[in-house]
């Protein structure tokens, strides 16, 4: 069974029971301005177009490249979508929608085995080190994962490591008493001394999860590179083996640009995966796959929403049901 079958199966499931779990429920929702531009543009495709030819690939792949896909994805796609039209006689529109469904889902997975879920450590505290420049949710993020692991019963630390943007710490000090989890910063050290003097205190109070948040700024990468090298060097002298986790966090509005600065930052240091914010905010949801093909990295977590619970962990599955839903009727 393909996956466009395993989905469709989902969307007549949760329409018969008149309720989707809320995980899906809030890819559903989160990406609703995507899937109304994008699907509306391949249904009134397929109805301008009822069998396959030149014209409809042309159409298809600037609809695919509008909604942020990426050329290369989209390049690779069509002749995916090509060769399989011509090995398996495909002439109907209608039933291709089934191959792009199941082929944008192989050309994500890449014959990987997906690493989407967090590495977390097998003794003492899971140490992840988020970076990102500033106005992406980088801050909010934190807030958020706190939220999660909290909820899950992990014993969370936050520590402030932005001694840098004017307001920082005392942001992530009230994201910390919002959630009720620990906190540790001081606007007056070197970034790496907050580090080693927080992680200090995470090891004496038995922290399950340490997030540390970090200055978000990329115009002096060499100065950057410096930083982040010296903060790892520390996190590494007080948790063996850390950080487990460097996140990258990018704001999903922001198109290529936000493609740019993964680019950017995975050239300075070892970005383990990327948190997409805000990508309830555009219409060009595609920017996940775009983002996955271009830096090879993989998407850990969504931002489907402002509320607490709309970051979700990054399921390939639930993406693409969020994304093709109205096209399974």
Known sequence: MGLFDKLKGLVTKNREVKETSEELNTYDKGLTKTRDEFVSKLNVLGIKYTKVSDEYFDELEEILIMADIGVNVVTELI??????????????TKELNETIVDELFLIYVNGESLTDKINMASEGPTVI???GVNGVGKTTTIGKLANKYKNDGKKVMLIAADTFRAGAVAQLREWSERVGVDFFGTEEKDPSSVIFDGLTKAMENNIDIVLIDTAGRLQNKVNLMNELSKMNKVIERIVPGAPHETLLVVDATTGQNGIMQAKAFKEITNITGIVLTKLDGTAKGGIVLAIKNEVNIPVKFIGLGEGMNDLQPFDIENYIYGLFKDMMN
């Open 79 to 92: 002749k995916k979508l090509r060769d399989r039209v011509k090995s398996e006689n495909i002439s109907n």
């Open 129 to 131: 080190l988020m970076v």
